[in-house]
């Protein structure tokens, strides 16, 4: 093999791998969350308080608000929340909480997916 092959090889191979980095580190970076600004962080946990305080009187009202005050946050964060299989776990298992036997006929379900909405909103705010 000449010099001047062997040199374009190297350059190549160069090449590729350069490649192959960004695309791993565009795609690692698909999964993270952006950080919400001070305003949107007070917003919330305003939010939250509100939401709490309904659900002694209101269970299942204080859990449909919880969802919407979750996903807002989530969205403005940048979650992926249009494919049901890249929801957030604590989303996907509040919902299942609130969905299953349990949050039907009682409130314990309820305080289940309580619980998952305001580990979403500590985690954030």
């Not at 299989?85 to 609130?98: D, I, N, S, T």
Request: glycine share 8%.
């Amino acid at each position: 093999m000449s010099q001047t092959a062997l040199i374009v090889l190297v350059i190549a191979i160069v090449v590729v791998l350069a490649i192959v980095g960004i695309v791993l580190a565009a795609r690692s970076g698909r999964g993270r969350l952006h950080s919400l600004p001070p305003e949107s962080r007070d917003r919330y946990a305003r939010m939250w308080l509100a939401i709490e305080s309904k659900f002694i009187e209101s269970p299942a009202e204080a859990v449909r608000e919880a969802d919407r005050c979750v996903v807002g946050l989530l969205s403005e964060r940048g979650a992926p929340l249009h494919d049901d299989r890249k929801v957030p776990g604590e989303l996907r298992e509040a919902r299942q909480a609130a969905a299953s036997d349990k949050g039907r006929q009682g409130t314990e379900g309820m305080r289940e997916a309580m619980m998952h909405y305001k580990r979403v909103i500590e985690e954030a705010v």
